[in-house]
């Protein structure tokens, strides 16, 4: 018995290493496969190098789908083998090969069009446009195939060697799971797998609109003023600021927690006050493009949105009107596309983290090291010093941060004292007591930011526009850290609406969201004045007050996170999970099982979800022609985009900002202007690329260009020095020094401060002096000279 056991492992053994170097020659196949893709697309100009990082790259990606490969044939491979001596090793032998066909084949595809094939590879193949080799793919294959011939039998010979090898499967599948993670492109991804994840994600994508109309939001305007009731405009259009307090929930306004925005609660007393309103979404990022478009969602927030898309919000329609814009924010528009997001806009002012001068004190940083950006009071107060008072009506945002965790705010024991003051004055019940003390540095954000609104309030009262301003405050969405009564609790907000102009206060306690602030707004406008608008819309909401005859339902699609559209509302009832519940008029929650009530708002929830899906995935909200705004961000060739793709591979911008320098000081001007293009493509302010691209003008001694460019990004970033630097550099080169007292001069109105800027300012008036001395001196001589000759 002993015996046969001891043969039949000698028999799986000698199986077994005849697969491991199958599994070693196909994954050298794919490296030679890469080599060809690569000069291929060098021997076309669209690579600088056959081997670069790119290429290790890539490398990395075929040793993680020859892993995952690898372990799957074991299985299949075992299986047969125990079925019938060989069969395992020819089968693994026929499907490797095929793997290499297919990769090949793709890989052609790729390099003749510069494009990876996709899901829709049925229809591309009808296109005429489309090139593909069967005879190159054939060539390519066979020379792979021999060469792989020639390793298999090499590999062979070191048994010994290989027979341990096979535990490192293992090894290569965690591999292969952590290049599923990285950040793959085109040029460095392997195309079989490129294909596979494509034609999945088809397969299993839900909510796919089969609607006759092509643009499903798009309605004519209607014009619902039911706002225009509240108040009393003046002849010239209104000023508008919206706040959108980050974190601020229901329960700080009319809860359990409203001892701590104390102020607040003064201002709701004054106001309109909405008691029953919505934040559309549980993400901070993505309440702000609802409040200003009351635009759909996408998949993760509409920011979020890769692509371009026609849409009329606030900022454009308002600017449309004469409106001046802003937007103020105390951190990085990078984030979340806001930047992108805007300067499709063409908002006039945008003060975010770039903008705010020395004599603003960043956040503390948290345990990583990283700081959000600058608190409440810095945000008000950088736009009370630098906000250009204009004789057009203004339109502006602010965006907070300060009640976000970590919640690190100014002089933080002074207001953690004030919670304790208020706790121990309060009669909060005893589990509400021990989690505000727990807590604390939450609730003192709260009392900060409360501090901070009334601060900004006063001060705008001392300004003539305020008698014709109209102040909106709400919250981005209840805090996740604060206790949670139900499933709609995190989307529960203050909407409060104050101005001088209202002619009566009040609560409404209509069913509302942020969706619906943007058509109120414009509805109101065009009420009380002569107002351009599109005369279509594709509004998410509605109005505030009244009820549009266009809509059947008041329906309120709530985004819960990102990727994650849970939640619904269709007049009374809510959606959520699976169950339907009715809603009171204090947004209590009762579940429902009636079949004849929770069918209707699961087929209209299915609906807004697959129209959502169709309208941001293929850019049908609006057409171009009903757009305020144009599609201008650069665009980019296929070869520019895989030579892009060779280069940087990644999200972090400010290592592509590094190969674009270091390519202009190499002097490889085209090439760095082309990333430093990309750059912005991706983070329109990257402020660093933008001077980049001034100077490598200057180099090039287009010095028109450069001083064009450099004078937008003073303009854009009044608080940064580098940029003064690099325009003092371009008139210096170009030899127009006189401009350099100009140049100090908008320097000091800024408040910037710099040693070197102040060293090319004397550089260049030195430079002056000796001009004028030199030209005093020749006319001097000339003097001289026209005296003796007399």
């Not at 085109?186 to 490129?194: A, D, F, G, L, S």
């Not at 008139?731 to 070197?756: C, H, L, M, P």
């Not at 300012?761 to 030195?766: G, T």
Request: hydrophobic share 40%; aromatic share 14%; proline share 3%.
């Amino acid at each position: 018995m002993l015996e046969y056991k001891d043969e039949h492992i000698n028999l799986k053994e000698k199986t077994l290493k005849d697969f491991i170097p199958l599994v070693i020659t196909f994954f050298l196949g794919l490296v030679v496969l890469s080599i060809y893709q690569n000069t291929v697309l060098y021997s076309f100009g669209v690579l600088d190098s056959i081997l670069n990082t790119s290429f290790f790259i890539y490398l990395l990606h075929h040793l993680g789908f020859a892993s995952v490969c690898s372990l799957f044939l074991a299985f299949v491979f075992n299986i047969l083998e125990n079925r019938k001596y060989g069969l395992g090793l020819k089968v693994v032998q026929v499907l490797l090969l095929l793997l290499l066909l297919a990769e090949a084949s793709l890989i052609t595809y790729y390099v003749q069009n510069f494009e990876p094939l996709g899901a829709d590879f049925v229809g591309l193949f009808k296109k005429s446009e489309i090139r593909f080799s069967v005879l190159q793919t054939l060539v390519v294959s066979l020379f792979t195939l021999a060469i792989c011939y020639f390793c298999y039998r090499y590999i062979k010979s070191f048994y010994s060697v290989i027979s341990r090898m096979y535990p490192l499967t293992i090894i290569f599948f965690s591999i292969f799971l952590a290049t599923l993670y990285s950040d793959k492109k085109p040029v460095n991804e392997n195309k079989i797998q490129h294909l596979a994840q494509h034609i999945t994600k088809k397969l299993f994508q839900s909510q796919t609109y089969d609607g006759k109309e092509e643009f499903p939001l798009l309605n004519p305007f209607y014009n619902v003023a039911g706002l225009s009731q509240y108040f009393d405009l003046k002849d010239s259009m209104p000023h508008i600021k919206i706040i959108i307090v980050d974190g601020l929930g229901n329960d700080l306004v009319q809860g359990d927690f409203k001892a701590f925005m104390p102020q607040l609660q003064g201002l709701k007393e004054e106001s309109l006050y909405w008691s029953n309103f919505l934040s559309n979404t549980g993400e901070s990022y993505a309440s702000f493009p609802n409040v200003v478009g009351s635009l759909p969602f996408g998949e993760a927030g509409f920011t979020q949105i890769p692509n371009f898309t026609y849409r009329n919000t606030l900022y454009s329609i308002l600017k449309n009107n004469g409106y001046a814009t802003s937007f103020n924010y105390g951190g990085n528009t990078a984030l979340y596309n806001f930047d992108k997001f805007l300067e499709e806009e063409k908002v006039s002012l945008i003060f975010d983290r770039n903008n705010f001068g020395n004599e603003f004190k960043l956040q503390e940083e948290d345990a990583a090291g990283i700081t959000l950006g600058y608190p409440d009071k810095a945000l008000f107060s950088n736009y009370d010093k630098n906000v250009q008072f204009y004789t057009v009506p203004k339109f502006d945002v602010f965006v907070t941060l300060s009640t976000k965790a970590p919640f690190h705010i100014p002089n933080s024991s002074k207001y953690q004292e004030q919670v304790s003051q208020i706790v121990e004055q309060s009669n909060f019940e005893g589990a509400t007591n021990r989690f505000i003390r727990r807590n604390d540095e939450l609730f003192a954000s709260f009392l900060y930011a409360d501090e901070a609104l009334n601060d900004f309030l006063t001060q705008e009262r001392k300004h003539k526009t305020y008698l014709n301003t109209i102040y909106i405050i709400t919250g981005s969405h209840q805090l996740a850290e604060l206790p949670q009564a139900n499933t709609l609790s995190k989307y529960r907000v203050p909407l409060i609406m104050y101005s001088p102009l209202l002619k009566k206060t009040g609560v409404i306690p209509k069913i509302t969201s942020h969706a619906d602030i943007a058509p109120s707004l414009i509805s109101l406008l065009n009420e009380g004045y002569s107002f351009t608008k599109p005369n279509q819309m594709a509004w998410m909401g509605q109005d505030l007050v009244d009820k549009s005859d266009l809509k059947t339902y008041n329906e309120i699609p709530l985004l819960r996170n990102a990727y994650n559209i849970q939640d619904y509302i269709m007049n009374d009832l809510f959606y959520t999970d699976g169950k339907t519940f009715h809603l009171d008029h204090n947004l209590n929650l009762e579940e429902i099982d009636n079949e004849s009530a929770i069918d209707p708002i699961e087929k209209r929830f299915e609906n807004f979800k697959s129209v959502n899906n169709y309208v941001t995935k293929n850019n049908r909200i609006i057409p171009k022609s009903v757009s305020l705004i144009a599609d201008k961000n650069p665009k980019f060739s296929k070869e520019e985009i895989i030579w892009i793709e060779s280069v940087f591979n990644g999200k972090d911008f400010d290592d592509a900002y590094s190969k674009a320098k270091d390519m202009a000081f190499d002097k490889d001007y085209g090439r760095a202007l082309l990333l430093c293009e990309y750059i912005l493509s991706e983070i329109p302010r990257h402020a660093d690329t933008e001077i980049l691209m001034g100077r490598i003008y200057s180099w090039k001694e287009n010095y028109d260009k450069s001083i064009a460019l450099l004078n937008e990004v003073i303009e854009k970033y009044p608080k940064y020095e580098d940029g003064y630097c690099a325009l003092m550099d371009a008139y210096f080169w170009s030899g127009q020094n006189e401009f350099a007292y100009d140049i100090q001069r908008t320097a000091k109105s800024n408040s910037v401060q710099d040693r070197i800027l102040n060293e090319k300012f004397e550089r260049s008036i030195s430079l002056i002096v000796a001009q004028e001395k030199t030209t005093k001196a020749l006319e001097l001589k000339t003097a001289e000279v026209n005296t003796e000759q007399k």
